[in-house]
């Protein structure tokens, strides 16, 4: 059941509908004890959050870090902001990169793979699988399905992780000389990865800075910096109106961070 004051969102790669409770200081303070590695983060954070029983390892990669954006614009506006350092020799300004998530999304929404040669359809026989034929041959040369959190997580930290996951998502494999190619088109046109480079330029001598932005990255470690003022909060908190630490750790963490930031004020 969707509880009271869930967000709900249609993911625009699997299409299918989520909806999460919004965190408490109990779920992000769990996100700093560990989990492993990010990949398994990511979908251990958004499978406690679910309403209905999401089981955040059967999302497209893609989708779960829309997931995390679209998360991270509910609780704290749409505005990302990335900082580096001008790269150009004797500058070192500061350079701010600012977009909005939704454009962001936008951009970055999926598309039908256009392949000169090539044909891909949607698979009646497997379902989560895509065919691929060349234009004007009936046969098909390779099916393919889209990478999950969970094949993502289960390979994380192995040398030849990518092999493993083409491994998983593509066959025949090996596939024909050539096929990974086509199929990784495909992909990357059916799910964009959220992951890459953000441009602009210094605004002190005008050199143009390219730096990555890798979203599931940065929404979790938002997470875990707000995490490390819980206990502060709590502080505050069981300070002024006696609450116990239990009620306050299951506080909803932006009623909780208002509450505190009007304890502080007060003070
Ligand atoms: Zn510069």
Redesign the pocket.
Known sequence: MKAAGALAWVLPVSGRGVALRQPTGRDEMRLLGGWGSEPARAIAFVTQLACEGLDASSLPSADLDTVLLLLRQALRGDRVLAETA?P?RH???R?DIAFGIGAYLQHHRPRAPRLRAWLVSACAERPGWFAVRRRGVPDTAAWFRLPTAGDERDVAGEADAVALLRRRCIAPWPSPPGMSRVVEAAMDALAPPLAGPLSGA?P????GVSIGFDPRRYVLAEFCTQAGFVTEDVDVLAARYHWSERAILDLPSPRRAAYAETARRAA
């Open positions: 001008c150009a500058c070192g300004a350079v210094c002190a001598c005008g050199a």
